[in-house]
């Protein structure tokens, strides 16, 4: 504050009475804090912000931390970037933060080796910053070698399995390969070393540990266990909610008799985790799911009818599950979260609610988060939208070579491929009112423009692995078409575009969930609670697929 204004800089209190504001401000294990809620509620004002603004709240951290050493001013760059839109990353910022992320590959590298308390260092960056979800997943595998110099067994969430097996790994854990058996014994899951049987459960090549997450009234929790001891339990037995384990490992295939039932965008590289969840388990067998790669082909083939140039077909790799919710939101369930209705068409609240632009849709996801804290909300990308629309199809329509407005509602008059003429509705239907696609998605075709993460730009030729599109553009993706288009533009290939700040009456959008962030499995679906409460109405509206 004192290096802000030059009227100020000469007054020594000032700081003291900037730390000592309640409720903003409490005490830490440490220092002064400012308070969760807080924190929460400025990082969605600093997201609303304009780029440019962005960028000169970085320039003055930069300017004010730049006496501190190079430890904090690389968290505050790297924190920035996490929080910060795509844009504001400007050419002027890339070597800075090339810097930060440099510093901290080199201490995680390091710290065993120089003369520094690491551990307190990697203790206190965690209490600080342990609750940035966003910030840890995006530098995962910069934070996790940090991480395991604390000397904890707690994992922050956002640190990924695979490179916390790593970091502990590299600290010393024994990661010797061994096989080991699960098994369900009453209420409880253990692993037992293998000892050459053969049977109805997976076999489970552990190397070092095991990645454990577990789903409580106080959070999500995630800990790293080493099977040093047989048989080793894992804490899901008396969990009264839904819990999760991820075994960060190569697997083997699947034992017959494991079920491994398929989840909207499930897929696996090669040292994919297993997931194993749990409902109630009363002396009952457990479902399992078996997360498999999911190669698909974006885009529409040449041969397509109607079809437009920027349809290049390629292929794409989802490698991680998501959920997707089985609706747009609906205007019941934005009026629940913001108090407000800015649609045109409302005779139904469960019309999808439309006039809102993609930075509404960030702002709405931003509350929702502050109400359920911990739900991984967010839009689907380009790929997984369409990869859920297709439901394993591969026609124009998730429902074959043609549609009609009794499955569509687009505009009738002009069917798609010499179709036959049908009803034009010219405004939206209620959510779930027409058939759902092969995996229980509705309205992906036709009703409402979808808005996605993406950026526009043409689509690649080579093959792509989760593509997130482009850091910056001008558009951003919409799918799906609406209740005015012709039958050529609700297909599952087509894809829109507009600019972000736009609102319109044909336009909405679809809640995403990732899997893997909480733990999230394909064999439970979320847990709904009543019907009629804000939290309710949000799990209802990003209900997974089983």
Not at 274 to 291: G, K, P, T, V
């Amino acid at each position: 504050m004192r290096r802000l204004a030059a009227d100020t800089a000469a007054e020594p209190g000032l700081e003291a009475i900037v730390w000592s504001y309640a409720p903003v401000v409490a005490a830490g294990s440490r220092f002064c804090e400012i308070t969760p809620a807080y924190v929460v509620d400025y990082r969605e004002r600093f997201f609303a912000l304009a780029a440019a603004e962005q960028q000169e709240i970085l320039r003055r951290i930069l300017d004010a931390h730049a006496w501190r050493g190079r430890s904090t001013e690389s968290a505050e760059i790297l924190i920035w970037q996490a929080h910060a839109k795509p844009e504001a990353a400007s050419d002027e910022f890339l070597a800075r933060l090339d810097e930060a992320r440099g510093w901290f590959a080199r201490f995680g590298a390091a710290a065993e080796a120089v003369d520094c308390d690491a551990a307190g260092y990697a203790g206190d960056l965690f209490h600080r910053h342990g609750g940035d979800h966003a910030w840890i997943k995006a530098n995962s595998s910069l934070l996790a070698p940090i991480w395991s110099q604390a000397g904890v067994d707690d994992i922050p969430v956002g640190l990924q399995p695979a490179d916390v097996a790593a970091a502990r790994q590299r600290a010393g854990a024994d990661a010797v390969a061994s096989t080991w058996w699960l098994r369900q014994q009453d209420d409880r899951f253990v692993l037992r070393p293998d000892r050459g049987e053969a049977g109805r459960w997976p076999a489970l090549i552990v190397e070092g540990g095991v990645f454990c997450g577990l789903r409580s009234d106080a959070g999500w929790r995630q800990r790293w266990i080493e099977p040093r001891t047989a048989p080793l339990t894992l804490p899901l037995a008396h969990a009264a909610k839904l819990s999760g384990i991820t075994l960060p490992q190569r697997p083997p295939p699947l034992s017959p008799g494991a079920s491994a039932a398929p989840a909207v965008g499930e897929g696996t590289g090669p040292r994919r985790p297993w997931h194993l969840s749990r409902r109630r388990y009363r002396r009952r067998r457990a479902a399992f799911s078996l997360d498999r790669t999911r190669r698909v082909h974006d885009g529409s083939p040449a041969a397509e009818s109607e079809r437009y140039e920027d349809e290049v077909q390629h292929e794409v790799t989802l490698s991680r599950g998501f959920w997707l919710a089985n609706t747009a939101c609906t205007q019941a369930f934005w009026l629940a979260v913001t108090g407000g209705s800015p649609s045109s068409f409302k005779d139904n609240p469960r019309n999808p609610v439309e006039q809102v632009s993609w930075y509404d849709v960030q702002t709405f996801v931003a509350e929702l988060k502050r109400r359920l804290p911990g739900l991984p909300a967010r839009l689907p990308t380009n790929a997984e939208w369409e990869y859920a629309c297709r439901a394993g199809t591969t026609t124009p329509f998730s429902f074959g070579a043609k549609v009609t407005p009794d499955v569509v509602n687009y505009n009738g008059n002009y069917p798609y491929a010499g179709g036959e003429k049908g009803v034009y509705r010219q405004k939206t239907v209620p959510a779930a009112s027409l058939q759902a696609n092969p995996w229980g998605l509705y309205e992906m075709h036709g009703n409402i423009y979808e808005w996605c993460a993406d950026w526009y730009a043409d689509y690649p030729t080579e093959p792509q692995i989760d593509p997130q599109g482009p850091q910056t553009g001008v558009d951003r993706v919409l799918r799906g078409g609406s209740w005015g288009d012709v039958g050529r533009l609700v297909r599952s290939a087509y894809r829109s575009k507009r600019g972000p700040g736009l609102r319109a009456h044909f336009i909405g959008f679809r809640l995403a969930l990732d899997q893997d962030e909480q733990g999230l499995s394909s064999a439970d679906p979320v847990r709904v609670p009543p019907a009629g409460t804000a939290a309710g109405d949000a799990k209802a509206a990003t209900a997974g697929i089983d």
